[in-house]
């Protein structure tokens, strides 16, 4: 212990700390005050690790560790952790990396009423108060024949709204083979609940037949509702109940048909599947009374979510308190506004989703290749040691993923560059891809790091060689 309050005395002052040149650039740039706070936290940690012997120091390297511990830690705090990546892992509408990416009339949107006041509440005609959802409801109304639409911040909102206006303290039908877990917070029985609806679950797993809802229909159910199984699909002996069965049986019971829908479709795919997914409109035109999905999955917006049909029901909703607590920002709403505008014009392959899951195969080899050239050039020539005896790369075949819970068993055939090295393994060289200046996220296959074309957005490729270059110079 001696020993240690050796070291706790030889720790610098705060102003010795103050004084380090590049500890006064923070302090320069992010205030004096956040940088003291910073270096009482980062002192605080060391002075526990020398308490509990969990290092052993001489005088002579404290100093150093001090800074570094000081440097690294004012790094961490003042970068953003929130960065730009690039998706290289072929999953089209990745969860964990910020799902769909906009179009660019989207962001220009996004940019020009973010920096200025705005209409978002606000009629010119009337000179006063209007109507935020007035900017989207006609749209999407139009796009997908429904009589009324609302938006709040996401598709879970959406579905929580549509059942504690329709079904509070009444019954909800569901199937049991329907009662789904998305992303390990959206749970279907948990919304009920929340809802305060009594959920009563019918059928199996893998078969729930018209003559199920029929027979659980009392006098206090309110809702039938179906739902996106979304992440996972039952295959074999299996029957499910169509849209249009649950919408006559409804309507000859007076009850409320409604639809998650959850992946956003709104227009055909140039893609044929073996399980094909259903639009919004199709879903209206089959009966449905409300249906609600994502904006920023198989759409390709903003993470927004949409209630679609009955303006008798949806005018309900406009009045439900949930509703101001769930209502989308400016900059949603505009970027929902200007994406859907796209889809009205026609112009859809100007949505980045849209154009990733219909590329064509011989586009994505083209890709792939050069690519794969431009990282080989990279490994001879660049500022590094040429390291190409060390490290290999070739095109490769790959199965890209749509992702966001659409066609959870279908795949994208596409291509690939396969990196290995002969010094790193796949793990490792993964973890330099990610961590560049500009991370790169891979895939890995078979001992080797993957990066999947499909996915790469314009400028992508060049970010890739930048990243791959830095990680050339620490090799």
């Given at each position: 212990m001696s020993d240690a309050n050796s070291l706790l005395r030889s720790i610098p002052a705060m102003d010795q700390l103050l004084n380090i040149p590049?500890?006064?650039?923070?302090?320069?740039?992010?205030?004096?005050?956040?940088?003291k706070e910073t270096i009482t936290a980062a002192l605080d940690s060391l002075r526990r690790e020398i308490c509990d012997e969990i290092f052993t120091f001489t005088d002579k390297t404290l100093g150093e560790l001090v800074e570094n511990r000081i440097t690294t830690l004012l790094h961490q705090r003042s970068s953003s952790t929130l960065k730009s990546v690039v998706n290289a892992t072929g999953v089209i509408v990745h969860t964990n990396l910020g799902r769909a990416p906009l179009a660019n009339k989207a962001l220009e949107a996004v940019s020009d009423i973010a920096r200025t006041y705005s209409t978002l509440e606000y009629s010119l005609e009337k000179g006063g108060r209007g109507e935020r959802n007035s900017h989207i409801e006609w749209l999407i109304c139009h796009i997908c024949g429904a009589e009324a639409a609302l938006a709040v911040n996401n598709n879970a909102a959406a579905v929580l709204l549509a059942l504690s206006t329709c079904a509070a303290g009444r019954e909800v039908i569901v199937s049991n083979g329907e009662l789904v877990e998305i992303g390990g917070s959206f749970r279907i029985p948990e919304i009920l609940s929340f809802s305060t609806a009594i959920m009563k679950a019918v059928g199996c797993t893998n078969s729930t037949?018209?003559?199920?809802?029929?027979?659980?229909?009392?006098?206090?159910?309110?809702?039938?509702?179906?739902?996106?199984?979304?992440?996972?699909?039952i295959e074999g002996f299996t029957s499910c109940t169509s849209r249009e069965e649950l919408a006559e049986l409804a309507a000859a019971c007076g009850l409320v048909f409604i639809e998650?829908?959850?992946?956003?479709?709104?227009?055909?795919?140039?893609?044929?599947?073996?399980?094909?997914?259903?639009?919004?409109?199709?879903?209206?035109?089959?009966?449905?009374?409300?249906?609600?999905?994502?904006?920023?999955?198989?759409?390709?917006?903003?993470?927004?979510?949409?209630?679609?049909?009955?303006?008798?029901?949806?005018?309900?909703?406009?009045?439900?308190?949930?509703?101001?607590?769930?209502?989308?920002?400016?900059m949603t709403l505009a970027a929902f506004e200007a994406t859907l505008r796209i889809y009205l014009s026609g112009r859809r392959d100007e949505i980045p989703v849209i154009k990733m899951i219909e590329t064509d195969e011989g586009v994505l080899l083209k890709k792939a290749r050069q690519l794969c050239a431009k990282l080989k050039q990279t490994a001879k020539t660049g500022e590094a040691k040429d390291i190409s005896n060390d490290i290999s790369f070739e095109v490769v075949q790959v199965d890209d993923a749509i992702g966001g819970g659409a066609f959870p068993t279908e795949r994208l055939s596409g291509f690939g560059v396969g990196i290995q090295s002969a010094s790193r393994s796949a793990e490792s060289l993964a973890?330099?891809?990610?961590?560049?200046?500009?991370?790169?996220?891979?895939?890995?296959?078979?001992?080797?790091?993957?990066?999947?074309?499909?996915?790469?957005?314009?400028?992508?490729?060049?970010?890739?060689?930048?990243s791959f270059s830095n990680i050339l110079s620490g090799y």
């Open positions: 590049m500890v006064a650039e923070f302090s320069a740039t992010m205030g004096r005050e956040f940088v037949r018209i003559a199920d809802y029929r027979g659980a229909v009392t006098e206090n159910t309110a809702v039938l509702l179906k739902v996106h199984t979304s992440n996972y699909r998650d829908l959850g992946s956003g479709l709104l227009c055909p795919l140039g893609v044929a599947f073996t399980h094909p997914e259903h639009s919004a409109r199709n879903c209206l035109e089959a009966g449905v009374d409300i249906v609600t999905f994502s904006g920023d999955k198989l759409l390709g917006g903003p993470q927004i979510g949409v209630i679609a049909g009955s303006k008798q029901i949806i005018d309900r909703m406009r009045n439900h308190p949930l509703l101001r607590a769930m209502r989308a920002d400016k973890l330099a891809f990610r961590t560049a200046p500009v991370p790169i996220i891979p895939g890995i296959r078979d001992g080797r790091v993957i990066l999947h074309v499909r996915t790469l957005l314009d400028g992508d490729e060049e970010r890739i060689i930048s």
